[in-house]
């Protein structure tokens, strides 16, 4: 199992492009199997999980050519099967996402439940709520989502509970099939979200609202093919500004939106980073200073996204002052703290949402374990902050989400190395 060691002590300097975001890749991917027509996905990130999903819809039947700078051209024109298996659903949950395109395409669909993950229990009930809302019956047996829609979906208001990326996702995806208008109410509000309405539109459906809370599509009958360029990846991006400033130094981003980072550039801002940018590139500078504490509140877009709530929290460790870290996204989404305090943190966390970070002026190495995805990253943030050399095992979390990471932060001039 591959570790990464990180000698840590050292200001990042340097200049990075940031890759296709994972998060709008994932949902893309799904929403080819809503045209049988050839569709060409460019910017795609070289990670696991958008492995994991050209596997599945390898899997289901459609074709799917890659070519050297991983630009996917994937024709779902004659799919064996409508099922997506245990086996691929538990090691990557946005394979959940198929479940729209599948039943609004083909009127019928098999995929198994994503199940729990170390964040949270995660379930899909909003997913299902709205499918049969749309027409949709669904039953949920041995592990399976069962949906059948044989006369196809029809359009209708849908009235989300509650805000969720996936739910949202999957229900446009679906209504871009269904017949007539549907309005989907209390909608997230992502980037990533908006990316999958231009996506879907490019394809010659018509969706409107995408990243309000109100998203009305006007059902069609078939979608055509055609070429999309995923956005960039705003977590991605968002990381390594807070290496950057965890570690006193200063980073160029290129091929980045600053518009889908304001509450990640007002934190970084408060916590004395002077930070420009401008249509596609942001600068950091720590001017060698220490940070100073600020406490986050995570919520959904655009307030302060969970997805670098541990990260943040990495660099409120060496901060100046004390900060709160409230994470009010999942349930269980602190599990880097144990792992951060082994470098010398000071943090406390009180239940299950929420921490208090004593920022501390020096960290100290010591072997530690990822345990997700993002937790993984705040490791070796903490790690470029500490002094001396950590090894972060189980690594396989980090290599889900952030394309080519060591090489990356060699390029800033970390000391990092994977050891196989
Ligand atoms: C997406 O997950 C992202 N993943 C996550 O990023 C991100 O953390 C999350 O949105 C929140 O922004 C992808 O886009 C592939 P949700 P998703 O549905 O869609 C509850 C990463 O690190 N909920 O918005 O699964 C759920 O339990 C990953 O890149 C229901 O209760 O998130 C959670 O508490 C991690 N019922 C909250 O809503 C439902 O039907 C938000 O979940 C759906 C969700």
Not at 39 to 53: E, G, I, R, W, Y
Request: some cysteine; charged content about 20%.
């Amino acid at each position: 199992m591959d570790k990464l060691s990180i000698t840590g002590g050292q200001p990042l300097h340097g200049r990075l492009r940031v890759s296709g975001a994972k998060n709008s890749t994932l949902p893309i991917l799904a929403g080819t199997l809503l045209t049988e027509e050839p569709v060409l996905v460019s910017n795609a990130p070289h990670l696991h999980d958008v492995t994991t999903m050209i596997e599945l819809l390898g899997c289901l039947g459609a074709e799917v050519v890659i070519d050297e700078k991983l630009n996917v051209e994937v024709c779902a024109r004659s799919l064996g099967q409508l099922r997506a298996p245990y086996e691929l659903v538990k090691t990557m949950r946005a394979s959940f996402l198929v479940l729209g395109p599948l039943v609004a395409k083909y009127g019928a669909a098999e995929v198994s439940l994503p199940g729990g993950c170390a964040i949270g229990s995660r379930p899909v009930d909003q997913h299902l709520k709205g499918l049969e809302a749309l027409g949709a019956q669904v039953v949920v047996t041995d592990g399976y989502v069962k949906a059948q829609a044989p006369n196809g979906l029809v359009g209708t208001d849908v009235y989300m509970d509650l805000v969720t990326v996936g739910g949202t996702e999957n229900l446009m995806m679906a209504a871009a099939l269904a017949r007539g208008e549907t309005r989907l109410h209390n909608c997230a509000r992502e980037p990533e979200i908006v990316d999958l309405g231009n996506f879907l539109n490019t394809l010659g459906a018509e969706v409107d609202g995408h990243g309000t809370s109100t998203i009305v599509i006007q059902g069609k009958d078939k979608l055509h093919g055609g070429a999309f360029r995923v956005m960039p990846d705003r977590v991605e991006a968002g990381t390594y500004l807070i290496a950057a400033a965890a570690t006193r130094g200063s980073v160029r981003l290129e091929d980045v939106d600053p518009e889908t980072l304001g509450a990640v550039l007002e934190k970084l801002q408060m916590a004395g980073a002077e930070i420009t940018y401008g249509e596609d590139w942001i600068e950091l500078d720590m001017l060698g200073r220490r940070p100073l504490a600020v406490d986050i509140e995570t919520s959904p877009y655009p307030g302060f996204p969970t997805d670098m709530q541990a990260q943040f929290m990495a660099l409120n460790a060496i901060a100046e002052g004390t900060a709160t870290i409230s994470e009010n996204i999942f349930e269980n989404r602190f599990m880097h703290v144990q792992e951060i305090n082994r470098l010398g943190a000071n943090i406390e966390l009180h239940g299950h949402s929420m921490a208090v970070v004593h920022g501390m002026k020096d960290l100290r190495a010591a072997p530690v374990m990822a345990t997700d995805l993002r937790a993984s990253s705040s490791l070796v943030i903490a790690a470029l902050a500490a002094e001396g050399t950590t090894t972060i095992d189980r690594i396989y979390h980090i290599d889900r989400g952030y394309e080519t990471i060591e090489e990356k932060l060699q390029q800033l001039g970390g000391a990092v190395q994977r050891i196989s």
